[in-house]
């Protein structure tokens, strides 16, 4: 069994920055993706930002040059260091990790969500 566990996330004003974490455990071999998504209220779920098991990473649009994904491979863990913040940040942030569990296996798990909200 696989977990996701995230910490991070509260309450900014504008202009401020938090880090969100997203830690993986479990009979896991090998952590192919790690994405942040976003839901705000009465909008559809967005891509925020995704990494890679090469490290590539790629961006929406809605953050790029403030965001920043980075992920630790001994510690499992995916990292989203938000900077600048915006009201329109303001959203329910959910990780998602496709993760090998066996030779040719692999699934998908989503973390527990964390609400990060930016005052104006």
């Known amino acids: 069994q696989v977990q996701l566990v995230q910490s991070g996330g509260g309450l900014v004003q504008a202009g401020g920055s938090l880090r969100l974490s997203c830690a993986a455990s479990?009979?896991?071999?090998?952590?192919?993706?790690m994405t942040w998504y976003r839901q705000a209220p009465g909008k559809q779920r967005e891509l925020v930002a995704t990494?890679?098991?090469?490290?590539?990473?790629n961006y929406a649009d809605s953050v790029k040059g403030r965001f920043t994904v980075s992920r630790d491979n001994a510690r499992r863990t995916a990292y989203l260091q938000m900077n600048s913040l915006k009201p329109e940040d303001t959203a329910v942030y959910s990780c998602?990790?496709?993760?090998?569990?066996?030779?040719?296996?692999?699934?998908?798990?989503w973390g527990q969500g964390t609400q990060v909200t930016v005052s104006s």
């Open positions: 479990g009979s896991i071999l090998s952590i192919n993706s």
């Open positions: 990494i890679t098991g090469g490290d590539s990473t």
């Open positions: 998602y990790v496709v993760v090998t569990v066996a030779l040719g296996r692999s699934q998908d798990y």
